[in-house]
């Protein structure tokens, strides 16, 4: 059995590769310096080898291909070790371009946000069809539990994430998978690490377009101006070449979804003006809807059923940390969601008011993205709370960036207190956020915990002292 050894496995990625992997028939092992859940889990719950921090015993016994994490770079000691004795290696994009997709349909989805769970619905779709496909999601579905399977059939679901491959490749990872399905859902300025600007990531999707075949299918979300004008450009010089596919909230499109009720949990599906099916489900907000009508569009356009996705859409259970209920004592609700970005903030704290009307929401955000410990949105992210009515804002850690370059917490902290006073305040941790909630939070109050990382291990301290 050959051993593939994974640099940097806790990434919701290269975990899911890990268990692409292990279900081809390798040997798996890895090693990571941030190792907690939901990934840690999903690594222990398929018994594979974690190692904690970075070393160059980790590679012994020698591996025969080792995959490089693109948060891996020159310096760190395992990656060392492996160039200087020769192991094979490549990226996690590259391995799965040439040992999963090859031969297959890739549904390749992508868009700034949305990408997770609109990718779970259609790997979700396809299953409840009984197309028995693969997938590789940034995420767990709480559907099957996991976030990557090997496909038992030519369907293969992918979020493309336009973050670069590999210290060695800086491609976005998405140009690995050469889609014959494309869907474009939206887009804004994001991963500023990496991307001077806007226009720079408008290059890489232009260049993506220009992979998908002549038999193959664009779904483009017409709510969204930048993927609209995206298309049209390309068309204009002709460097598109697979059919074109509108959806959105309009009736007037090939695909559109209608919402019945202001918090998103009833909406309507359209084709070509006419109405197919409802859907009633457990999901919130405008965002998800078109999430939904995206995802039945992958699935209509390609034969299913309107029958059969409106069902399955109702089967739908979400995503681990997608406004995800963590806990709840004393009438007092956690959620756990991933928004890392203003959009992302904003449409999911608008879902969750039109849900819970006059009852008050605390956000506890930490700005641990390489994005969102940068200044770059500092000055929308006052207004992405406006649905908030008490803010606890973590420091974010410098990791390399100056002072100017980091978001300045204080400032927004004052804005917010400007329009709203006494409602928002700086903490430095996830026990001052908890000592905090202990003193205020009453029965009724929704507290939604927003954090990419694990954020100090705070929801075990909420659930240790202040539900029980």
Avoid at 14 to 21: P, R, S, T, W
Avoid at 127 to 150: C, D, H, S, T, V
Avoid at 207 to 213: I, T
Avoid at 238 to 264: C, K, N, T, W
């Amino acid at each position: 059995m050959a051993h593939l050894h994974i640099i940097g496995i806790c990434g919701t990625a290269m975990a899911g590769l890990a268990a692409l992997a292990q279900e081809s028939g390798w040997q798996v092992t890895g090693s990571d310096q941030e190792v907690y859940p939901p990934m840690s889990l999903f690594l222990q719950q398929r018994a594979i080898q974690v190692y904690e921090g970075f070393r160059p015993q980790n590679l012994t016994p020698r591996p025969d291909l080792v995959l490089v994490g693109n948060a891996i770079s020159r310096g760190n000691p395992e990656l060392e070790q492996v160039l200087q004795q020769a192991i094979p290696c490549q990226s996690g994009a590259e391995w799965l371009h040439q040992h999963v997709l090859i031969g297959r349909h890739p549904v390749v989805v992508t868009g700034t946000h949305g990408k997770t769970t609109t990718s779970s619905l259609i790997a979700w779709l396809l299953e409840y069809a009984g197309w028995q496909p693969g997938f590789l999601i940034g995420g767990i579905p709480e559907n099957f539990g996991l976030g990557a399977r090997f496909p038992a059939s030519s369907w293969v679901v992918i979020e493309g994430d336009e973050y670069d491959t590999a210290f060695f490749d800086k491609r976005p990872k998405f140009h690995h998978y050469w889609p014959r399905t494309l869907l474009l859902h939206n887009l804004e300025f994001d991963h500023a690490d990496i991307y001077a600007d806007l226009e720079a990531i408008r290059q890489q999707f232009r260049l993506l377009l220009r992979l998908v075949p002549g038999s193959g299918l664009v779904l483009v979300n017409d709510e969204d101006a930048e993927m609209v004008q995206l298309v049209q450009d390309a068309a204009s010089h002709q460097a598109i070449y697979g059919q074109v596919v509108h959806y959105g909230l309009s009736r007037r499109l090939p695909f559109a979804a209608e919402m019945q009720q202001q918090d998103g949990r009833c909406w309507t599906l359209w084709r070509d003006g006419q109405e197919v099916g409802q859907v009633t489900w457990s999901l919130l907000g405008r965002h998800n809807v078109l999430n939904g009508v995206a995802a039945a569009a992958v699935a209509l356009s390609h034969g299913m059923d309107a029958a059969t996705v409106c069902a399955g859409m109702q089967q739908f259970k979400g995503v681990a940390r997608r406004l995800q209920l963590s806990a709840s004592g004393n009438d007092i609700q956690v959620y756990d969601d991933f928004a890392h970005h203003p959009t992302a903030i904003a449409t999911t704290l608008a879902g969750l008011r039109a849900r819970v009307g006059t009852e008050r929401i605390w956000v506890l955000l930490e700005p641990r993205s390489n994005t969102m410990r940068r200044r770059v949105h500092q000055e929308r992210l006052v207004e992405a709370f406006s649905h908030a009515d008490q803010l606890l804002l973590a420091r974010p850690s410098a990791r390399g960036l100056s002072a100017d370059q980091l978001l300045d917490v204080e400032a927004i902290i004052a804005a917010r207190n400007d329009q709203r006073p006494g409602t928002a305040q700086v903490i430095d941790d996830a026990q001052q956020a908890v000592q905090i909630l202990q003193r205020q939070a009453q029965p009724g109050d929704h507290i939604v915990v927003m954090s990419n990382g694990g954020f100090g291990g705070i929801h075990q301290l909420l659930r240790d002292q202040l539900l029980t």
